[in-house]
């Protein structure tokens, strides 16, 4: 059937001939099916009340993933099984291993936040077998608690590590390969579309049919990870149609590793993109993690990101740093540039009526070069970028910048290149003094604007600030970084 969105909820076969393109995943839970345990606290992906587990086929394996259901769009889900916390109770009402632990160790008070905690600790159980503390908190980045405090939480995930599926219930070791065969079934071998007027949503079967859908639909919505779209929804109210989801199409999901470089598919989340980039380019990778929370993660794309077009997106400014060449896809073909000159204006790439984003390329530092990342915010994690700067360092064996890339988000309407700093500094000695000197010159690169993440006077300042730290970690002079960061 190309009428529908087939998936499972639980362990029941779903399909809706019915669907609105902004329904959410929430508000058919709760609303629809009177699964309550999902909860709404932000209805922006930020606070991890609504935390439900999304498993789909990968490369012939089914693979879990902790979401937010607040922002996750009804026609995403096709094909997929959806796991609410109501699927792990067994039999007589017996509490899974995971909420046992909670109890256990005391992890819960007022209990508001409670089943989105079970949700994340019990992908986190699935998908690691004894997991470091690290993991644990990274796993947990995406839910927030007002009341408990996270340490008893912390103590359950660490208690519930030692109980393995093989010795008590669990729901999906069970059914898996039961689960499997149903989702192969439900996979459509043709393009769905939904509804009709201002309510329509597509979900193409491939990427070729993504390009004819585009070409005649060329003011349709792309949605992949919805992270920034659903809060349109949610925040702005806005109506949107006709709709074309992309998250299920593997051919825009492929990391493939090069000598040079890695190219990255446009459907890549940033858990994937982690994965391929983290090894190679570390500083890179420390970046992707303080990318909202894990539930985020999981759902955002590299390509969406770049898509976007957001002046704070915080994939751009790293990616141009490092030389990123995109590639563009329509039913013409394909056109490729560098990443830098996709961003025209605000609120406006260089992207073409039936153009998407297929891929971007993302070349590997010189084993001689320097390369850094820094994300300025309110709080450490889960938090929307102030300032972001990326900075790529060669220099030659008398210690002369022979070349250096600078850029930045959230200093202009557009991810930018600091090209009048990098004219101060290449050709001249990697010194404090050509740093101080080539600080005025960001006053000719960046005018950026007051808002309610941060001053012009602060995001400049810090900009210059960015530069100096990146030379004093090259340099290796741990004194005088930290009374820089103690004065900063």
């Known amino acids: 059937m190309n009428d529908s969105i087939r998936f499972i909820l639980n362990g029941e076969d779903v399909t809706l001939t019915d669907v609105r393109p902004t329904e959410t995943l929430l508000d058919f839970l709760r609303l629809k099916r009177q699964l309550t345990g999902t909860k709404e606290g932000c209805a922006e992906g930020d606070c991890g009340a609504c935390t439900v587990l999304v498993g789909r086929l990968a490369d012939g394996k089914l693979a879990y993933e902790s979401v937010n259901a607040c922002i996750r769009f009804m026609g995403s889900l096709h094909a997929s099984h959806v796991v609410t ?28 936040c409670t089943p989105g905690f079970v949700m994340s600790l019990y992908g986190l159980w699935l998908a690691k077998e004894k997991p470091s503390r690290q993991e644990i908190e990274k796993a947990l980045q995406g839910n927030l608690c007002r009341c408990t405090g996270y340490e008893p939480i912390v103590k359950a995930a660490e208690q519930v590590s030692l109980v393995r599926p093989s010795t008590l219930f669990d729901p999906l070791e069970r059914t898996r390969s039961e689960i499997v065969a149903r989702l192969w079934a439900m996979q459509a071998s043709g393009t769905i579309r939904i509804g009709n007027g201002e309510d329509r949503l597509i979900v193409p079967a491939s990427v070729q049919a993504l390009a004819e859908v585009l070409s005649q639909e060329p003011d349709a919505i792309i949605v992949a990870g919805a992270t920034d779209v659903g809060l349109w929804v949610t925040k702005q109210m806005r109506r949107l149609s006709p709709v074309v989801f992309i998250n299920h199409l593997s051919e825009l999901q492929s990391v493939t590793e090069g000598e040079d470089g890695v190219t990255i598919g446009a459907g890549v989340s940033y858990t994937r993109a982690f994965e391929a980039i983290s090894k190679k380019i570390p500083a890179l990778g420390r970046l992707i993690d303080r990318i909202g929370g894990e539930q985020v993660r999981n759902m955002g794309t590299i390509g969406g990101n770049i898509a976007n077009g957001s002046p704070i997106g915080d994939s751009p400014p790293p990616l141009i740093a ?58 450490r994690d889960e938090d929307i970028t102030a300032v972001l700067g990326a900075f790529l360092l060669t220099l030659d064996d008398a210690e ?76 290796g002079a741990p004194a005088k970084l930290k009374r820089f960061e103690e004065v900063a």
């Open 322 to 379: 490092l030389g990123a060449t995109l590639t563009l896809r329509s039913l013409q073909g394909q056109r490729r540039m560098p990443l830098e000159d996709f961003f025209i204006a605000y609120g406006k790439q260089d992207r073409k009526p039936g153009e998407f984003v297929e891929s971007v390329f993302v070349p590997y530092p010189a084993a001689m070069s320097r390369f850094a990342a820094y994300k300025i915010t309110k709080r």
């Open 400 to 475: 002369m910048i022979t070349d250096i890339r600078i850029a930045f988000g959230g200093m202009a309407a557009t991810p930018k290149r600091a090209r009048t700093v990098e004219a101060e500094l290449i050709g001249k000695p990697w010194t404090e003094v050509t740093i101080e000197a080539a600080r005025p010159a960001f006053d000719a690169d960046y005018q950026p604007l007051t808002d309610w993440r941060a001053t012009a006077e602060y995001r400049q300042l810090t900009a210059k600030n960015l530069l100096t730290r990146f030379y004093l970690e090259t340099v």
């Open 85 to 112: 916390v109501e699927h792990l109770a067994g039999k007589n009402g017996a509490l899974h291993p995971v909420q046992q632990a909670l109890v256990d160790c005391h992890g819960s008070q007022c209990g508001f």
